[in-house]
């Protein structure tokens, strides 16, 4: 077939199931549903932004995105979230995507988004499109006979059990708490939320249910931890979200967490590349660490984005942005940050360096330092000495991190 009969637009409601049976088959599904399984995630599809790839009345392509808010300091980038990305496996290398992604992209910047993010299933894919790798993050394995803590401090506060509906409320304002803390956080939409509380057998992958545990102080919740038991005598443990407001919540989740019973070897996701777990035990190499990149971010517009953190260091720097994959961000801009916020505007300054957007992506959140970038050949150093300003000014003292998959 001639790839030009691929037509992008938005699927009808009464399409939406035959969406979400494509988006199953790109993903290496067979396309089946339970009826309650279809339901749900046609109620998933419905809360996103969808574009389909049609060949006559087949659909071949899928593409979505929600609507996100993004955490850069204290102030919200609004974002879109770019999720179910497949091409069915009949339609490979036609450009269905090359087609799609900009039909997004333009529709996000006519809605007021300043940026677009995305998990990447293959690395190599987006680049091509602006993102840049902006945040890490780490994986941990470890036996629980291995977990003997070296702090001997003990929280003041104390440790309930939930059920994950039950608990929904309170790791809510722990997580609206931690927000301001991590660049790059991205705000779970209350229909998230909701899912989460759910917890739909099917879903489970065999697993258990979703338990919770939440940090207290003074009936403040501080902290919360999301699990489940796994294996076929349960007596495994997945850890899916562990977030605390300070080192007595991440503290008191941990020890909560090593003290269950029953537990051969406890598996951890999405955790910080700075988390303090590694330091916190007795024997560091028992912990299992695989590092993993987690959001890849496409700048739309560069001086709402610039201009939401904090910097930490104060300086004027003239960057050129080159962005060929649909020209939002292109063009030289002057920043001006400090600790107190930034101002940045189009100037005719020449630039002191030159990087492509999806390397601005990539220094926006303190993810990499823009001299490591400089030594890989991927920002241009114009004028001596401003990568080290880059780096001073960039630099967070707490590395960008987000647990919120999409």
Known sequence: MNKQ??????????????????????????????DEQLAHFTNIVEATYPFAAFDGDQIVGSLAY???????????????????V????????????????????????????????????????????GYGVALFRERYKISRNRTALAITSKPAGEMRYKSAKDGISDAREVFEKVASTRPGWIIRSSNEWKW?????????????????GI?????????????????????????IEL????????????????????????QVGDRPVDDALPWMLQDTRALERIPQDCIWSRILDVPT????????????????????????????????GSGDGATCVPTDKSPELTMNVAILGSITFGGTRPSVLGRSGLIDENAVGSLSKADAMFVTQKAPWNVVDF
């Open 5 to 34: 009969k691929i037509e992008i637009r938005r699927p009808s409601p009464d399409q939406l199931p035959a969406f979400s049976r494509a988006i199953s088959i790109g993903f290496g599904g067979a396309g089946t549903f339970l």
């Open 66 to 84: 929600i609507d996100y808010e993004t955490v850069n300091s204290k102030a919200r980038i609004s974002t879109a979230g770019i999720t179910m």
């Open 86 to 129: 497949t091409v069915s496996p009949t339609h490979r290398r036609r450009g269905i995507l090359s087609k799609m992604m900009p039909a997004a992209m333009a529709e996000a910047v006519e809605r007021g988004h300043a940026m677009a993010s995305l998990y990447a299933s293959e690395p190599a894919i987006y680049g091509r499109f």
């Open 196 to 212: 989460l509380g759910i917890d739909p057998e099917w879903d489970r992958n065999d697993d258990s249910e979703l338990h919770t």
């Open 215 to 239: 940090y207290y102080v003074n009936d403040s919740p501080e902290g919360y931890v999301n699990y489940r038991r796994t294996g076929d005598g349960r007596d495994n443990m997945r850890i």
């Open 243 to 266: 977030v605390g407001v300070d080192r007595d919540a991440e503290l008191a989740l941990w020890n909560y967490c090593f003290g269950i019973d029953l537990v051969g070897e406890i």
């Open 305 to 336: 984005v610039l201009e939401s953190r904090a910097y930490s260091a104060t300086g004027d720097l003239s960057i050129k942005v080159i962005d060929e994959s649909g020209g939002y961000a292109a063009g030289t801009y002057l920043l001006s």
